[in-house]
């Protein structure tokens, strides 16, 4: 039985999420706190719905890996010899070992066959054999059913170039769900871009929600980033479209004197567009976000997408990478725009750090409620409530 307090949050939730936007309010401080909520977020959110854990480049060719986690579980997403893509477990069958363990194993390569390091056992990695046991030293002499030893399969689905994947295996395809957003975004060709670089900040001292929430509107450009993003993507003129379900978007225009707001040591803001783009993609930035966690950047020259992963009640992983157009890695100073494009996210960062921790130590107090309402620019927070909402109390719109 629910104890009383995580029932009281799920009522409250449940209160919140029906409000109307005119009326909205930020969810009660214990929602980001406290560990019972936390730990039925994990059970109905994050192993219950689909993450994002990378792009396709990341596994563009066949025996292309890339060492992952999703909800706290080790994973592995490979491309088999016939170009198809299978995410595994990477938790060896015989005594539980990490086959990929980050002390030793590089977050990217390219192998034949997976082989825990402990005892040497090996799994294919061929169709519908991936995951399946080929090889296990010195078992001979003992009862046991090699064919019926595999890792264990996740479900996966590429959606615009983006792998995620799925716990849940009565959860509905990803790729319905999200049709408006895919129409939004096909002028950026996601599929088609490259990894440019990736970066991560762990153990950051907050709660998952604090940070998705931050980075899902730009209302607070115009305290937290005063001077950086605000004088390039005036918040203040930034339209939220209007959508329901899991997924939000929305523009900022660039400010007029945008082009003249040189990076550090004269670095270029733009570096190679991203070929197609309308008018509208090549005069703002588009924010588009996917619950529970994901949120995009789109800007003429790159995309960036953001995974906040909760470690626990107060504490996440920020996963940060950026996308650029294939040709670019072949232009002379691709090296100098992506060291320039990370000083750049590093200042935003450490910015959005700030926020972030001073509103989780405000939430440690346990404060009353705010009485506050959210602006216009809130509206992906009020969605976000009503996902949350629908994932973990079956109200408001979990779709």
């Given at each position: 039985?629910l ?8 009522t409250?939730l449940?209160?919140?999420?029906a ?5 909205g309010?930020t969810?009660?401080a214990?929602?980001?706190?406290d560990?019972?909520f ?6 109905r959110v994050?192993r219950g719905?689909w993450l994002c ?5 990341q596994?563009?060719?066949p025996?292309d ?6 909800a706290?579980?080790?994973?592995v ?6 170009g198809h893509l299978?995410a ?8 539980f070992?990490d ?5 030793t194993?590089p977050?990217q ?5 997976l082989?825990c390091?402990y005892h040497?056992w090996?799994y294919r990695l061929?169709?519908?054999y ?5 090889g296990?030293?010195m078992?001979?002499?003992v ?6 030893c595999r ?9 615009n ?7 849940a ?8 769900q999200?049709?408006?957003?895919a129409?939004r ?5 996601l599929a088609?871009?490259v990894?440019a ?5 762990d153990?950051v ?6 940070a998705?929430?931050n980075?899902?509107?730009?209302y ?6 005063a001077g ?5 993507v005036p918040g ?5 479209d209007?959508s ?9 225009p ?10 550090e040591d ?8 991203i ?5 509208r993609?090549l005069s703002?930035?588009t924010?588009?976000?996917?619950f529970?966690?994901l ?6 020259d790159?995309v960036?997408?953001?995974r906040w992963?909760?470690t626990g009640?107060?504490?996440h992983?920020?996963?940060v990478t950026?996308?650029?157009?294939a040709?670019?890695k072949r232009?002379p100073?691709?090296?100098?725009y ?6 750049q996210f590093?200042v935003i960062?450490?910015?959005d750090?700030?926020?972030v921790?001073?509103v989780q130590r405000?939430?440690?107090t346990?404060?009353a409620p ?11 927070l009020?969605?976000f409530?009503r996902y949350l909402a ?7 719109s979990?779709a």
């Amino acid at each position: 039985m629910l104890h009383d307090t995580l029932h009281a949050l799920l009522t409250e939730l449940a209160r919140i999420s029906a409000l109307p936007l005119e009326r909205g309010e930020t969810l009660p401080a214990r929602a980001y706190t406290d560990e019972a909520f936390h730990r039925l977020e994990h059970d109905r959110v994050f192993r219950g719905d689909w993450l994002c854990v990378g792009h396709v480049d990341q596994v563009a060719r066949p025996g292309d890996y890339l060492r992952t986690d999703a909800a706290g579980e080790p994973l592995v997403v490979t491309r088999d010899e016939d170009g198809h893509l299978h995410a595994l477990s990477r938790v060896c069958r015989h005594r539980f070992m990490d086959i990929l363990p980050p002390e030793t194993a590089p977050e990217q390569g390219s192998l034949e066959r997976l082989m825990c390091p402990y005892h040497t056992w090996t799994y294919r990695l061929n169709g519908e054999y991936a995951g399946q046991l080929a090889g296990a030293p010195m078992m001979s002499k003992v009862d046991f059913d090699r064919a019926a030893c595999r890792l264990p399969r996740y479900r996966l689905e590429v959606w615009n170039g983006l792998l995620m994947v799925c716990a849940a295996p009565e959860a509905p395809p990803l790729a319905p769900q999200l049709t408006g957003l895919a129409e939004r975004l096909a002028p950026y060709g996601l599929a088609d871009l490259v990894v440019a670089y990736t970066d991560r900040w762990d153990g950051v001292p907050a709660n998952w929600k604090v940070a998705f929430e931050n980075g899902s509107e730009n209302y607070h450009h115009m305290g937290t980033h005063a001077g950086t993003l605000d004088v390039l993507v005036p918040g203040k003129d930034t339209v939220v479209d209007e959508s329901d379900g899991r997924w939000f978007s929305m523009y900022t225009p660039f400010a007029a004197d945008a082009a003249d707001a040189a990076g550090e040591d004269g670095a270029p803001m733009v570096g190679t567009l991203i070929p197609g783009l309308g008018a509208r993609q090549l005069s703002g930035m588009t924010v588009a976000g996917v619950f529970p966690n994901l949120v995009m950047a789109l800007l003429p020259d790159s995309v960036t997408f953001v995974r906040w992963v909760p470690t626990g009640p107060v504490t996440h992983d920020a996963l940060v990478t950026v996308l650029v157009p294939a040709h670019a890695k072949r232009q002379p100073l691709f090296e100098a725009y992506v060291e320039a494009s990370r000083r750049q996210f590093e200042v935003i960062q450490n910015e959005d750090l700030v926020a972030v921790r001073g509103v989780q130590r405000g939430l440690a107090t346990d404060p009353a409620p705010s009485g506050g309402r959210f602006s216009h620019l809130e509206r992906p927070l009020w969605q976000f409530q009503r996902y949350l909402a629908g994932r973990l109390t079956g109200a408001g719109s979990a779709a």
